[in-house]
């Protein structure tokens, strides 16, 4: 069966400094992967590179077996990819609602249409209503996002990302400063809205990524060393040494 | 309906909301029929017609900044070049006895300028900020100086101008008294401004709030940017058109200034003052700025320049322009606690209109001295006759500006304690509820 993301030899170049090197990495469907390194070992960058946000110097990445690299992050998104960002990407001046409803938009076969009252497309409606619930934020559907609590305006990124129904999801450290309560609440809400989606994770949460991840890989100066189940890549010495050593000592 | 839908989605309009909706659309149509038997002088009319233009002129500039975050010096090329379209399809019309009556020919000017803006706009519109402005810069100028060039069509500094009642008469109406203009900008400005909020409640109008706020994001829910603003461009081309085309008929006449910088800036003044972030904005920014050139340019000479100050001001306290300002008071008004700030209001009007007496004093009299030293320094300025010359005057105005202001400024404070505690109390109050 064709993964649902694949790499295959993947190099990023920024001028002479080579920031991924040679990454080859297959993600199947249904799958709960975690990419998981050190700060600065091009885990956003690799993020960068699925989604289209930036384009490989060398190498190709394939979704459901088709290659995306140099499509506009627009249209990989509409091949059902989508991705969250690791600072809060959200549209600030416009209410939760609003929020929501565009990015549900596009899914729902709206496109540019000026021609229909959007208040009138009562699919689009529900759409939303559900994300809404789904991420909790129901209480604050009328409050600009840029008002939101950290906290919430991290949901609203999630509920952003999966409103599309997109088959591949990508969420860039979705706990990240975060406390422990609020985690917890952001991994079952990611538990729950990636049901039966293929998800690939950047986390530095170790809890997070050991309770999630079906695989985990491991990415260490633009290179992935490892790449397996969590007892695997527990068990792996490299890892141990290069990673999650720095952490045991 | 499904029941997550009904329990958490904003409640659709009721029948009572959609009536009260409609019911104030019937409203402004009643109450632009019945203006002119109120307001019925020539010069009142006259000044109808150029709100109701500068209506849909502004409007449609807010498209671009207010809507999709596009700050455009250039906009009276598409409100120019439908003037100029219509001016020449009225002379066409008019030699040929083509069948087309006047009323439909504002359409002409609107497909001109989204012709022009189809044309213009794809390059421009692949970026927002500091290279979308620039480039409306260019275009601009590039229109404004082939203005001047190309005589056989723009007809140099004179301009082209046309009889708008050799057209097709409907119903016995030959469009040369100033009520029927009147009756026909009216019309055109209801329908545009109907049409122009619609557009803001469609999948593209949100689309277009979302590139505003966060180009960058919309890419990765299945939007280009490019293309939004692309048509929202296009739109806002389509609008400016019959805009200019409506001038156009009104004055007869199309020129060079209709296209210039000086009608690209008065547009972006029009919408900011009145306030780009709703949809009223610029509604009140066009009949505001309107009033005020007509008015200031008969009080004083240098209208401009107070012009220019108010934009400042506007810029600097109170970015949501006129509607944000007024709209600041709504929360206090649901809550009850508007009257802590209005004492606050009062105590600062009387200092604050000293300081812009003497404000005026100064800048009046340092005018006359660099522009008309010749003169007779015995001048007149907002009704008030004073003698330049006078070491009385100057004093009196450093003494008013400056005592104004230190005075005012300390009412100025009062007004933010005021809100502060007004503000803290609806808070509490909406809390509560």
């Given amino acids: 069966m064709t993964p649902a993301i694949e790499l295959r030899g993947v190099e990023k170049s920024f001028g002479n400094i080579k920031i991924i090197r040679n990454i080859t990495l297959s993600v199947a469907h249904g799958e709960r992967h975690a990419l998981i390194g050190p700060n600065g070992a091009g885990k956003s960058t690799t993020f960068n590179l699925i989604s289209g946000y930036t384009k490989p110097t060398t190498g190709s990445v394939l979704l459901h077996g088709e290659v995306i690299s140099g499509l506009p992050p627009y249209q990989i998104n509409r091949r059902g990819l989508s991705r969250s960002f690791q600072v809060t990407n959200v549209f600030a001046n416009m209410s939760v609602w609003e929020n929501l409803r565009c990015a549900v938009l596009w899914s729902m076969g709206q496109r540019y249409a000026f021609w229909k009252n959007i208040d009138n497309l009562p699919e689009v409606r529900e759409r939303t209503a559900e994300i809404l619930a789904d991420i909790e934020l129901t209480a604050r559907r009328d409050v600009p996002a840029g008002l939101l609590t950290y906290a919430e305006q991290r949901a609203l990124e999630i509920g952003i990302t999966v409103a599309g129904r997109a088959a591949v999801i990508l969420l ?6 975060m406390s422990r309560a609020e985690t917890e609440r952001a991994v079952a809400l990611i538990r729950r809205l990636t049901e039966g989606r293929t998800l690939l994770i950047v986390e530095h949460d170790m809890s997070v990524v050991f309770g999630l991840a079906d695989r985990i890989s491991v990415l260490v100066y633009g290179q992935i060393i490892a790449s397996g189940t969590p007892e695997e890549i527990r068990n792996n010495p490299k890892v141990r040494e290069a990673y999650l050593g720095e952490e045991a000592a | ?29 009643a109450v632009l029929v019945l203006l002119p038997y109120v307001f019925g002088s020539g010069g009142s009319l006259t000044t109808f017609c150029l ?41 066409i019309i008019g030699a040929n006895k083509l069948p087309i009556p006047l009323p439909i020919v504002p359409l002409i000017g609107g497909l001109t300028g989204l012709l022009f803006a189809a044309l213009l706009g794809w390059v421009s519109t692949q970026r927002s900020g ?55 900008v009216a019309a055109w400005t209801l329908i545009a401004v109907v049409a122009m909020y619609a557009l803001t409640r469609t999948p593209l109008g949100r689309m277009c709030n979302a590139v505003r706020d966060n180009p960058e994001r919309v890419q990765f829910v299945g939007y280009n940017p490019h293309t939004v603003r692309y048509i929202a461009f296009c739109f806002a081309g389509f609008f400016a058109g019959i805009a200019g085309a409506l001038a156009a008929i009104n004055f007869e006449i199309a020129n060079s200034a209709y296209l210039g910088a000086a009608q690209s800036g008065t547009v972006l003044f029009a919408a900011y003052i009145g306030g780009i972030g709703f949809f009223i904005g610029p509604i009140v920014g066009a009949i505001f700025v309107t009033f005020l050139s007509l008015g200031l340019s008969d009080l004083t000479q240098v209208w401009q320049l107070y012009f220019g100050l108010i934009f400042m001001v506007v810029v600097l306290f109170a970015p949501g322009g006129i509607t944000g300002l007024l709209m600041m008071h709504r929360p206090l008004i649901r809550a009850g606690t508007l009257l802590k700030v209005l004492p606050s209001y009062l105590f600062a009007l009387a200092p604050t209109l000293a300081m812009i007496a003497g ?34 005057v100057w004093g009196l105005s450093a003494v008013l500006l400056i005592g104004g202001y230190a005075v005012a400024r300390t009412t100025w404070r009062w007004i933010g304690r005021a809100w502060s505690e007004a503000t803290t109390l609806a808070r509490d109050k909406g809390g509560a509820a």
């Fill in chain 2, 130 to 184: 500091t290279a979308f402005a620039m480039i409306s810069l260019g275009v601009a100028e590039l229109i404004a100086s082939s203005a001047l060039i190309l005589r056989t069509f723009f007809g140099g500094e004179a301009g082209v101008s046309a009889n708008r009642t050799k057209l097709l008469k409907v119903f016995g109406w030959s469009f040369g008294p100033q009520i029927q203009i009147y009756y026909l």
């Fill in chain 2, 51 to 91: 709100i109701g233009i500068s209506i849909i002129f502004s409007l449609s500039y807010n498209i671009l900044l207010g809507q999709t975050g596009m700050l455009s010096f250039g906009h009276a090329v598409y409100y120019g070049l439908g003037g100029f379209l219509v001016i020449h399809a009225i002379n």
């Fill in chain 2, 1 to 29: 309906m499904s029941d997550t839908a009904s329990a958490v989605a904003p409640p659709l309009p009721s029948v009572a909301d959609k009536l009260k909706f409609y019911g104030l659309w019937l409203v402004t149509a």
């Fill in chain 2, 359 to 392: 404000l005026v004093g100064t800048i009046e009299t340092i005018v006359h001295y660099t522009v008309n030293p010749g003169d007779d320094s015995h001048i007149k300025a907002f009704g008030v006759g004073f003698d330049a010359a006078s070491p009385l």
């Fill in chain 1, 172 to 177: 860039d450290e979705p706990t990240a400063g």
